[in-house]
T-cell receptor, first 107, second 115 residues
Framework: GQNIDQPTEMTATEGAIVQINCTYQ??????LFWYQQHAGEAPTFLSY????GLEEKGRFSSFLSRSKGYSYLLLKELQMKDSASYLC????????FGAGTTVTVRA | DAGITQSPRHKVTETGTPVTLRCHQT?????MYWYRQDPGHGLRLIHYSYGVKDTDKGEVSDGYSVSRSKTEDFLLTLESATSSQTSVYFCAISEAGTSGDYEQYFGPGTRLTVT
């Protein structure tokens, strides 16, 4: 099976920056996705990386290093509404998901 | 938002009974997926479909079957529900499967409890 690891929980202060790391060991690689999931809701797409480097989308950025099997999601200028779970997923043939990182933003 | 609905949204059933969950899309996307989500495990793929009557198994397919007789509907059946199948089930759709940045869009989920 695929092995995708991310921290279980993180806490940060409103207005701060948080970095969520994801490491993976998979039998292949066809891209890495980040999803956001608020409690009791469906996951929603945040970002996609297939080449090494940084992809920036507003307050959110995602980085990929294929040689290291490593990605991170960077959340800047944290807002209370960013409190959610963040799911790292690797596409081999289909998507394999990590267990998710629950981010709590405190005032 | 992608047009995906799931029914029922909540269900409680007894061990040993058959259960069918329905996923309906209005986007005409080719690929449809069924996942289950459990604490500590994240989302795990049960089955997926790459066209009408074309389906394949995912990581945790034992005890589940699927059918897709129309582009818009993907059914997940638990032939004889067990307590280990208590979970939240998500349906997802995408334009394409194995290439490109085609993200998956998720339905609202079905919370199933097997007593």
């Amino acid at each position: 099976g695929q092995n995708i690891d991310q921290p279980t929980e993180m806490t940060a202060t409103e207005g701060a920056i948080v970095q969520i790391n994801c490491t993976y060991q998979t039998s292949g690689f066809n891209g890495l996705f980040w999803y956001q999931q608020h409690a009791g809701e469906a996951p929603t797409f945040l970002s996609y990386n297939v080449l090494d480097g940084l992809e920036e989308k507003g307050r959110f950025s995602s980085f990929l290093s294929r040689s290291k099997g490593y990605s991170y999601l960077l959340l800047k200028e944290l807002q209370m509404k960013d409190s959610a779970s963040y799911l790292c997923a690797v596409r081999v043939i289909e998507l394999s998901f990590g267990a998710g990182t629950t981010v709590t933003v405190r005032a | 938002d992608a047009g995906i609905t799931q029914s029922p949204r909540h269900k409680v059933t007894e061990t040993g009974t058959p259960v069918t969950l329905r996923c309906h899309q209005t986007e005409n996307h080719r690929y449809m997926y069924w996942y289950r989500q459990d604490p500590g495990h994240g989302l795990r793929l049960i089955h997926y479909s790459y066209g009408v009557k074309d389906t394949d198994k995912g990581e945790v397919s034992d005890g589940y079957s699927v059918s897709r007789s129309k582009t818009e509907d993907f059914l997940l059946t638990l032939e004889s529900a067990t307590s280990s199948q208590t979970s939240v089930y998500f349906c997802a759709i995408s334009e394409a499967g194995t290439s490109g940045d085609y993200e998956q869009y998720f339905g609202p989920g079905t919370r199933l409890t097997v007593t």
